[in-house]
């Protein structure tokens, strides 16, 4: 038989158990302020939706901020994990976000965003930062240290400065930062196994372009519209190499060697001052576009691999030659038909000095040989 004393024991623990399980979790105040921040700096009152963060004029008691729209937290509810507002019509400016230890998401892409970005050091969970298509100005922060970021776009907005140094983000896959007014020289990429997509086009960027030496992963690469000089980077060893566009520069040198990128598809170099041969497109199968017109390139077009198309293969004004001096014969050497007109130069090594034909010559020479007709005559008129 049970005794009382039994029963007493279950309920005491069944009691204290009760008492330890959260009833209504709370996150630390110190991101429950960050989140109240957020709030009143982004103009919350007017965002489109805000369903939860205030009743009555009043944010809401603590314990309910992981039901805010937009705020995730972990499973006990206790750190802030993610904050998503995407075109939610946030405007002004971001406020720190140093507070938001267990951040792993961030974003608030198009919306009216003014200010710089904040400070992320200390941020060691945040996978993404994501806060394109805003009126953001100042400098990128700093991103070492930020072991777990995967994900970081911030293009389409104002910012200057440089770009920051990415080494040791070995878990980085996507770095965007577009269409910004960015300058100076771009850092190294070596180490950034995980790196797929790659953009810093259209910008104010300087000096040489990064080696890609190691980037196996590397599927997409943009750096058009810059100021970059010197050389392209050797492009061996990236069998995932899709696209890449680096027009509107100031190159200078040959063209890498293609051969192995069998997944290329679009291959932009074009306003360079690329010089040398064109390289073999053997193998390229996938070559759906590829431009190299306005440089200084020469000799032969190579053979065009089966999926190119016509419309989007640019090869001039070069200094290209094929086996003569005629549109039609120079298409028929890359495998593209007589409509494509654009002209190259008929010379190997520069642009030819036109050879007059003998009509030319009979033309010239009956034109002297009138002159001097006419010159005769005006000398035997009577003065």
């Known amino acids: 038989m049970l005794r009382w004393t039994h029963f007493r024991f279950v309920f005491v623990t069944l009691a204290l158990t009760a008492c330890a399980l959260p009833v209504d979790a709370v996150i630390p105040a110190s991101e429950r302020q960050v989140l109240i921040d957020l709030y009143n700096n982004t103009n919350g009152d007017g965002w489109t939706a805000n ?32 904050i998503s507002l995407d075109g939610n019509n ?34 060691t969970a945040l996978q993404v930062f994501n806060v394109y298509n805003n009126q953001l100005t100042g400098s990128i922060p700093a991103l070492s240290g930020l072991a777990a970021l995967q994900v970081f776009l911030v293009k389409g907005n104002q910012l200057t400065g440089s770009v920051p140094a990415l080494a040791g983000l070995t878990a980085l896959y996507i770095f965007d930062v577009s269409h910004n007014q960015l300058s100076g020289p771009m850092p190294a990429l070596a180490g950034l196994t ?60 040959p063209i890498p060697p293609l051969a192995g990128l069998a997944a290329l598809q679009n291959f932009l170099v074009h306003h360079n001052q690329l010089s040398g041969s064109l390289p073999s497109l053997a193998g390229l199968t996938a070559l759906e576009s590829f431009h190299v017109h306005e440089n200084q390139l020469i000799g032969i077009p190579p053979a065009a691999p089966p999926g190119l198309r016509p419309a989007d293969s640019r090869l001039c004004p070069n200094f290209l030659h094929g086996p003569s001096p005629t549109d039609a014969e120079w298409n028929a050497a890359i495998g593209i038909s007589p409509w494509w007109t654009e002209c190259n130069a008929p010379a190997a090594l520069g642009p030819a000095t036109p050879v007059p034909t003998m009509r030319a010559w009979a033309l010239l020479l009956l034109g002297l040989l009138l002159a001097g007709m006419g010159a005769r005559r005006l000398g035997a008129r009577p003065h």
């Open 51 to 82: 369903a939860n963060w205030k009743s009555g004029g009043v944010f809401g008691a603590s314990g309910t901020e992981c039901t805010w729209l937009g705020v995730d937290c972990d499973a006990g509810n206790t750190h802030v994990t993610l």
């Open 90 to 123: 946030l405007s002004g400016p971001l406020p720190a976000l140093a507070g938001l230890t267990a951040l792993r998401f961030f974003r608030a892409t198009d919306n009216q965003l003014t200010g710089s970005i904040p400070v992320l050091a200390g941020l």
């Open 194 to 253: 995980a790196l797929s997509i790659f953009d810093v086009s259209h910008n104010q960027l300087s000096g040489p372009m990064p080696a890609l030496a190691g980037l196996a992963g590397l599927g997409y690469f943009y750096a058009s519209d810059n100021q970059f000089s010197g050389p392209l980077p050797a492009l061996a060893g990236l069998s995932a190499l899709q696209d890449f566009y680096a027009d509107a520069n100031q190159l200078t040198g």
